[in-house]
């Protein structure tokens, strides 16, 4: 069987796949030789995707207050709601808030649909959540939202500077490339800015524990040890760059002392690395969420680029600013004004001439003139009624958002809303009084852009199941519903894209950097075939591989075609912690999971690294609180608590606290992060302070812990905590609770889900206070649960595989009530390699026992970190800790 090829659905590297159905009806999916983001490669995430196929959970059919419907009815009942609310309320009574993992013909219609004949800007993504601060400062600096520069400048490098991005847990198949290049010239250096020690710090030659949101002040000084030592390209600047010397006026006062002051940093340490940058004239300056997700992350964007262009380091090869894209098509998105304040291919509500061009070329007449409410806004107006329909497409507000049970309040309390989406398992899909079906990845056709301007196809390799249907048909149809049929008539999605590529071109002649006018005119054959391609692709354009950079020569699109220094006054962040918030909080990603893992949740093996959600802190803040290893903690701030496993670590900087922002209700009791955060936001691109939320943190005192695996899902026990995760053939439990069940039994069998017939071995030590239950029929494991007064010691990986096995003897059922496997199964323990399931002990065995003393030698014992390498910090984490014991 042939097999398709698509690109990945995770973040913006944009990775090629080729995907081949199973008779199973999953896909096997391998890395696109071919492909030139990834070349092969796949990170852990990449490489499970066939894992996460099925239809467990899919929302399959039309809904209406829980009842299944119909197309007709569904679609016709949504455009009618609509259309009744504009005219009772106004356009601006309504709103969209959709997804970076649109499609971008799935965006352009949509936007088309609410900028341009509903008439509101009321339409943002969860972009706003993640790129939105660098869009604000491309735009205040170039005129334009545009990345300079291309992933080969990553590898062309002599010096790559990486702010605020975990590059090796976040964009994998990034680091790799980089690993590499660095194997190949050793003399390339990397510097790594971030609080916390990564596992990205731990490969870096320099590592930069900044405090917290201080990022401004370190920018600035760099710009001033530049100007002071004859690091400037003063011709770039003079022919291509305008604001200088006030920029320079402002950096004047961030000398090493005031820097160290402000950033915590040491001054041997900011002096090495100014050094570094001054004297090395190709320098990549990689920035992510901990630069954009900020309440000053625009300027913290615009600090780092002044930097580059009192340089003239853009847009050549090896020298640039580069903005890495958290999601596969948010670059996708703000192409066709997916964005509250953006219009459709990167032209400008505010811009009358642009409006003028888009409405024209829509037919438009009611083509909004102001841009509209931005996503923590929209929510705000949703809360107090100035909102009253809304529909959320491929995104998890309930989660994702700032104030997140506000938010949820907020939905409870709208009249209309309507869900489309892929699952039901979502806790943002309970909030729907119309839920529509769609297509999910590997069934869906059309394009997405990554984080260098690549525009790459996702192709369908899936029949659509049910009545599930592509995103961009149901705008579509509700438009046409609507009363806008003509304008919404596409038979496919290569009319759509064929449109959008028409548009950008229109008036287009230089002014604009967005234009891929050469692919207006593809027929559906040559869509269908598209290579990866990476704009600028104007009318005319050759169709190749060619790297595309820009600035190199100036020619930015401000209106003198000058770039824009900017003086930028430092700030703290919006809120500072004190005596009743001492600690501050930073959530972020984890190395196997995806935002709120509707899809990496489903694969076992991803849950297997880190199947429960946790507080990350510096072993003193945790000894002062009282907080002890593997207990629990109650992390709080003003707005709500989450519950969570405490994971000490002197990576950890002190006074702070770093929570993923993963779990939802769907897979742990309290553990919903963004409930904390306060909705501070940037006042340019209004991107919300996610990595700053002044927060307490206490232990939990349980009457007892459990640890379960269970052949079926269960229900929930009324627990304070609780967390699932799949395992290979079941799924595996935390448990705890501040007083005991009645009967242990009778616990464990309504737990298990047993027949009044199954057996049940049974250990009870009531002086200790443990209990160990297991249920078996037919020789097959249906449960197995452990309890102690402290968090339980159980060979957790082990206990899970037991579920596999259909013949477990008597002399094992007894073993497994012991939970640990004999000495004639080594215990994998916990699993560090998701790609090749290899566990810590492994790893431990052969850095203690066979003597591995590197990395590379560890992966020719056990094959760990050999694959997508994302688990070689980890690996070398051990290493480090082994040499020390041996040392001291």
Not at 24 to 31: K, M, Q, W
Not at 635 to 658: K, N, T
């Given at each position: 069987m042939n097999e398709t090829r698509s690109t990945c659905p995770y973040c913006g590297v944009g990775c090629g796949v080729l995907l081949r159905p199973t008779s199973e009806g999953g896909l096997d999916v391998r890395g696109d030789p071919e492909h030139p983001a990834n070349r092969g490669r796949l990170c852990s995430k990449g490489a499970a995707l066939g894992e996460t196929i099925g239809l467990q959970d899919r929302l399959l059919h039309p809904q209406i207050h829980g009842r299944r419907a119909g197309w007709d009815e569904a679609l016709n009942l949504v455009a009618r709601r609509f259309a009744a609310t504009i005219a009772a309320h106004g356009p601006d009574s309504v709103a969209f808030y959709l997804s970076g993992q649109l499609l971008t013909e799935d965006y352009y219609v949509a936007n088309k649909l609410m900028k341009g004949f509903i008439g509101s800007g009321n339409i943002d993504t969860n972009?706003?959540?993640?790129?939105?601060?660098?869009?604000?400062?491309?735009?205040?600096?170039?005129?334009?939202?545009?990345?300079?520069?291309?992933?080969?400048?990553?590898?062309?490098?002599?010096?790559?500077?990486?702010?605020?991005?975990?590059?090796?847990?976040?964009?994998?198949?990034?680091?790799?490339?980089?690993?590499?290049?660095?194997?190949?010239?050793?003399?390339?250096?990397?510097?790594?800015?971030?609080?916390?020690?990564?596992?990205?710090?731990?490969?870096?030659?320099?590592?930069?524990?900044?405090?917290?949101?201080?990022?401004?002040?370190?920018?600035?000084?760099?710009?001033?040890?530049?100007?002071?030592?004859?690091?400037?390209?003063?011709?770039?600047?003079?022919?291509?760059?305008?604001?200088?010397?006030?920029?320079?006026?402002?950096?004047?006062?961030?000398?090493?002392?005031?820097?160290?002051?402000?950033?915590?940093?040491?001054?041997?340490?900011?002096?090495?690395?100014?050094?570094?940058?001054?004297?090395?004239?190709?320098?990549?300056?990689?920035?992510?969420?901990?630069?954009?997700?900020?309440?000053s992350g625009t300027d913290k964007v615009n600090a780092i680029i002044n930097c580059h262009l009192l340089t003239g380091r853009i847009g050549k090869p090896g020298a640039s600013p580069f903005s890495i894209t958290g999601q596969p098509n948010a670059m996708g998105g703000r192409e066709v004004g997916g964005l509250a304040n953006l219009l459709a291919a990167h032209m400008e509500i505010e811009n009358p001439a642009h409006r003028a061009l888009v409405r024209d070329f829509w037919q438009a007449r009611q083509l909004t003139e102001k841009p509209g409410l931005k996503a923590v806004e929209m929510f705000a107006a949703l809360r107090e009624g100035r909102i009253k329909a809304i529909w959320i497409g491929a995104t998890n507000p309930v989660d994702s958002l700032p104030e997140a049970d506000l938010v949820r309040a907020a939905l409870q309390a709208c009249p209309f809303v309507v869900v489309s989406d892929v699952t039901m398992a979502s806790d943002?899909?309970?909030?729907?009084?119309?839920?529509?079906?769609?297509?999910?990845?590997?069934?869906?056709?059309?394009?997405?852009?990554?984080?260098?301007?690549?525009?790459?196809?996702?192709?369908?390799?899936?029949?659509?199941?049910?009545?599930?249907?592509?995103?961009?048909?149901?705008?579509?149809?509700?438009?046409?519903?609507?009363?806008?049929?003509?304008?919404?008539?596409?038979?496919?999605?290569?009319?759509?894209?064929?449109?959008?590529?028409?548009?950008?071109?229109?008036?287009?002649?230089?002014?604009?950097?967005?234009?891929?006018?050469?692919?207006?005119?593809?027929?559906?054959?040559?869509?269908?075939?598209?290579?990866?391609?990476?704009?600028?692709?104007?009318?005319?354009a050759e169709l190749s591989d060619t790297p595309k950079r820009f600035f190199g020569d100036g020619g930015f699109y401000t209106p003198d075609r000058r770039a824009r220094m900017l003086a930028l006054p430092y700030r703290m962040p919006a809120s500072g912690a004190d005596a009743d918030y001492p600690l501050v909080l930073n959530t972020g990603r984890l190395r196997d999971q995806w935002h709120t893992m509707t899809r990496t949740?489903?694969?076992?093996?991803?849950?297997?690294?880190?199947?429960?959600?946790?507080?990350?802190?510096?072993?003193?803040d945790a000894a002062q609180l009282g907080i002890v290893p593997a207990g629990l903690v109650m992390v709080e701030s003003p707005r709500g608590h989450v519950l969570v496993r405490a994971l000490l670590s002197e990576d950890q900087q002190r006074g702070s606290v770093f929570v993923p922002l993963h779990w939802t209700d769907q897979l742990a009791s309290r553990a919903r992060v963004d409930a904390l955060i306060a909705p501070h936001r940037d006042p340019f691109s209004g991107q919300p302070e996610l990595k700053f939320t002044p927060v307490r943190a206490r232990p939990y005192k349980a009457a007892w812990y459990g640890f379960a695996v269970l052949a079926q899902k269960p229900m929930m026990p009324d627990c304070d905590y609780w967390a699932l995760a799949p395992a290979q053939a079941g799924w595996r439990l935390e448990l705890a609770h501040d007083a005991m069940p009645a009967d242990w039994d009778s616990f464990a069998r309504i737990l298990f889900g047993l027949n009044s017939d199954d057996a049940m071995l049974a250990y009870h030590d009531r002086a200790s206070g443990r209990v160990r239950l297991a249920a078996f029929r037919d020789g097959r494991l249906l449960g197995a649960l452990f309890v102690a007064p402290e968090p339980v010691e159980v060979s957790r990986a082990w206990a899970a595989a037991q579920l596999e096995r259909c013949d477990v003897s008597p002399a094992e059922c007894l073993r497994l009530l012991a939970g640990r496997a004999g000495n004639d199964r080594p215990d994998q323990g916990a699993i560090l390699c998701a790609c090749h399931g290899v566990g810590v002990n492994p790893i431990l065995r052969a850095i203690t026992e066979a003597g591995c003393n590197s990395v590379a030698a560890v992966g020719a014992a056990t094959k760990a970190g050999t694959n997508c390498g994302s688990c070689q910090g980890e690996i070398r984490k051990l290493l480090d800790a082994n040499a020390i014991q041996k040392a001291g």
């Amino acid at each position: 069987m042939n097999e398709t090829r698509s690109t990945c659905p995770y973040c913006g590297v944009g990775c090629g796949v080729l995907l081949r159905p199973t008779s199973e009806g999953g896909l096997d999916v391998r890395g696109d030789p071919e492909h030139p983001a990834n070349r092969g490669r796949l990170c852990s995430k990449g490489a499970a995707l066939g894992e996460t196929i099925g239809l467990q959970d899919r929302l399959l059919h039309p809904q209406i207050h829980g009842r299944r419907a119909g197309w007709d009815e569904a679609l016709n009942l949504v455009a009618r709601r609509f259309a009744a609310t504009i005219a009772a309320h106004g356009p601006d009574s309504v709103a969209f808030y959709l997804s970076g993992q649109l499609l971008t013909e799935d965006y352009y219609v949509a936007n088309k649909l609410m900028k341009g004949f509903i008439g509101s800007g009321n339409i943002d993504t969860n972009s706003r959540l993640c790129m939105a601060s660098a869009v604000a400062g491309h735009r205040r600096a170039f005129g334009s939202d545009t990345v300079p520069g291309v992933y080969e400048d990553i590898e062309l490098a002599d010096l790559v500077v990486l702010v605020g991005s975990n590059l090796a847990w976040c964009h994998p198949v990034l680091f790799q490339r980089l690993q590499a290049a660095k194997t190949a010239r050793p003399e390339l250096r990397v510097v790594v800015i971030d609080p916390r020690r990564t596992q990205t710090a731990r490969f870096a030659d320099l590592h930069l524990p900044l405090l917290p949101g201080s990022d401004v002040a370190l920018f600035n000084g760099l710009l001033h040890y530049l100007a002071g030592h004859c690091a400037t390209d003063d011709a770039f600047v003079a022919a291509h760059v305008q604001g200088a010397e006030a920029a320079l006026a402002e950096a004047a006062g961030f000398d090493i002392s005031q820097v160290a002051r402000l950033t915590g940093l040491a001054p041997d340490l900011l002096r090495q690395f100014y050094a570094w940058f001054a004297e090395t004239p190709r320098v990549v300056t990689g920035f992510s969420m901990g630069v954009n997700q900020s309440s000053s992350g625009t300027d913290k964007v615009n600090a780092i680029i002044n930097c580059h262009l009192l340089t003239g380091r853009i847009g050549k090869p090896g020298a640039s600013p580069f903005s890495i894209t958290g999601q596969p098509n948010a670059m996708g998105g703000r192409e066709v004004g997916g964005l509250a304040n953006l219009l459709a291919a990167h032209m400008e509500i505010e811009n009358p001439a642009h409006r003028a061009l888009v409405r024209d070329f829509w037919q438009a007449r009611q083509l909004t003139e102001k841009p509209g409410l931005k996503a923590v806004e929209m929510f705000a107006a949703l809360r107090e009624g100035r909102i009253k329909a809304i529909w959320i497409g491929a995104t998890n507000p309930v989660d994702s958002l700032p104030e997140a049970d506000l938010v949820r309040a907020a939905l409870q309390a709208c009249p209309f809303v309507v869900v489309s989406d892929v699952t039901m398992a979502s806790d943002s899909v309970a909030m729907g009084h119309v839920l529509l079906p769609a297509a999910a990845w590997g069934e869906k056709d059309g394009t997405v852009t990554n984080s260098e301007r690549r525009i790459s196809r996702q192709r369908a390799a899936l029949p659509l199941p049910g009545q599930a249907r592509p995103d961009w048909w149901i705008f579509a149809q509700v438009a046409q519903r609507m009363g806008f049929a003509d304008a919404f008539d596409y038979p496919d999605a290569a009319t759509i894209f064929r449109e959008h590529a028409a548009l950008s071109g229109l008036g287009n002649d230089g002014s604009r950097d967005f234009d891929i006018s050469a692919l207006t005119e593809l027929s559906s054959w040559a869509y269908d075939a598209l290579p990866p391609l990476q704009w600028p692709l104007p009318r005319g354009a050759e169709l190749s591989d060619t790297p595309k950079r820009f600035f190199g020569d100036g020619g930015f699109y401000t209106p003198d075609r000058r770039a824009r220094m900017l003086a930028l006054p430092y700030r703290m962040p919006a809120s500072g912690a004190d005596a009743d918030y001492p600690l501050v909080l930073n959530t972020g990603r984890l190395r196997d999971q995806w935002h709120t893992m509707t899809r990496t949740g489903k694969a076992a093996r991803l849950m297997a690294h880190i199947a429960e959600p946790f507080a990350e802190l510096h072993p003193e803040d945790a000894a002062q609180l009282g907080i002890v290893p593997a207990g629990l903690v109650m992390v709080e701030s003003p707005r709500g608590h989450v519950l969570v496993r405490a994971l000490l670590s002197e990576d950890q900087q002190r006074g702070s606290v770093f929570v993923p922002l993963h779990w939802t209700d769907q897979l742990a009791s309290r553990a919903r992060v963004d409930a904390l955060i306060a909705p501070h936001r940037d006042p340019f691109s209004g991107q919300p302070e996610l990595k700053f939320t002044p927060v307490r943190a206490r232990p939990y005192k349980a009457a007892w812990y459990g640890f379960a695996v269970l052949a079926q899902k269960p229900m929930m026990p009324d627990c304070d905590y609780w967390a699932l995760a799949p395992a290979q053939a079941g799924w595996r439990l935390e448990l705890a609770h501040d007083a005991m069940p009645a009967d242990w039994d009778s616990f464990a069998r309504i737990l298990f889900g047993l027949n009044s017939d199954d057996a049940m071995l049974a250990y009870h030590d009531r002086a200790s206070g443990r209990v160990r239950l297991a249920a078996f029929r037919d020789g097959r494991l249906l449960g197995a649960l452990f309890v102690a007064p402290e968090p339980v010691e159980v060979s957790r990986a082990w206990a899970a595989a037991q579920l596999e096995r259909c013949d477990v003897s008597p002399a094992e059922c007894l073993r497994l009530l012991a939970g640990r496997a004999g000495n004639d199964r080594p215990d994998q323990g916990a699993i560090l390699c998701a790609c090749h399931g290899v566990g810590v002990n492994p790893i431990l065995r052969a850095i203690t026992e066979a003597g591995c003393n590197s990395v590379a030698a560890v992966g020719a014992a056990t094959k760990a970190g050999t694959n997508c390498g994302s688990c070689q910090g980890e690996i070398r984490k051990l290493l480090d800790a082994n040499a020390i014991q041996k040392a001291g």
